[in-house]
């Protein structure tokens, strides 16, 4: 089974400050989504990496792929209230294998 | 573009009865998931089709859990008996391709085991 583990679980911050997720396996992925989640609706894909190393920019959010393919990474800068959700990091590898998310990282932007 | 539709959204059952969850796909998704996701967690996956067969169920509790997509197009997940540790969202998703590509959710459906 591949997991993927994501730190923190929880994360509350007021609005202005800047935030990091991780999101680390021991596996190695072909590919990595991120997700958001609200409340009552299903996961909403923000960005795929492909490419180890890779860096893509979300107007305030950055997410980068670790060089080997095993870790990913969420940056939010100067968060907002709308920013608050469950961000779920996806990971899937060659073959037509299952993709994997992980344990998710709720977070709460407050005024 | 109509997206994933799932249905009910909320059930209610009481222990050892059955339940049974609907799913239609985007239109021209290959790939369909059922995702079991307790509250606060991520979405833990219970089977993967494409098409029509099935790619990975090894999470699949498989006593009770089953599900099927007849015609490659439509799916249904049935739980026979339900538990208590049942209780959850049960997301149903579908995507072009299974790798890389973006998977698109239904709303999902609120199953609570009393």
């Known amino acids: 089974t591949q997991l993927l583990e994501q730190s923190p679980q929880f994360l509350s911050i007021q609005e202005g400050e800047n935030l990091t997720v991780y999101c680390n396996s021991s596996s190695v992925f072909s590919s990595l989504q991120w997700y958001r989640q609200e409340p009552g609706e299903g996961p909403v894909l923000l960005v795929t990496v492909v490419t180890g190393g890779e860096v893509k920019k979300l107007k305030r959010l950055t997410f980068q792929f670790g060089d080997a393919r095993k870790d990913s990474s969420l940056h939010i800068t100067a968060a907002q209230t709308g920013d608050t959700g469950l961000y779920l990091c996806?990971?899937?590898?060659?073959?037509?294998?299952?993709?994997?998310f992980g344990t998710g990282t709720q977070l709460k932007v407050e005024l | 573009e109509a997206g994933v539709a799932q249905s009910p959204r909320y059930k209610i059952i009481e222990k050892r009865q059955s339940v049974a969850f609907w799913c239609n796909p985007i239109s021209g998704h290959a790939t369909l998931y059922w995702y079991q996701q307790i509250l606060g967690q991520g979405p833990k996956l219970l089977i993967q089709?494409?098409?029509?067969?099935?790619?990975?169920d090894s999470q699949l509790p498989k006593d009770r859990f089953s599900a099927e997509r007849l015609k490659g197009v439509d799916s249904t997940l049935k739980i026979q008996p339900a538990k208590l540790e049942d209780s959850a969202v049960y997301l149903c998703?579908?995507?072009?391709?299974?790798?890389?590509?973006?998977?698109?959710f239904g709303q999902g459906t609120r199953l609570t085991v009393v």
């Open positions: 996806a990971g899937s590898t060659g073959g037509g294998n299952k993709l994997t």
């Open positions: 998703a579908s995507s072009v391709h299974p790798v890389g590509t973006e998977a698109f």
């Open positions: 089709f494409q098409n029509n067969g099935v790619v990975d």
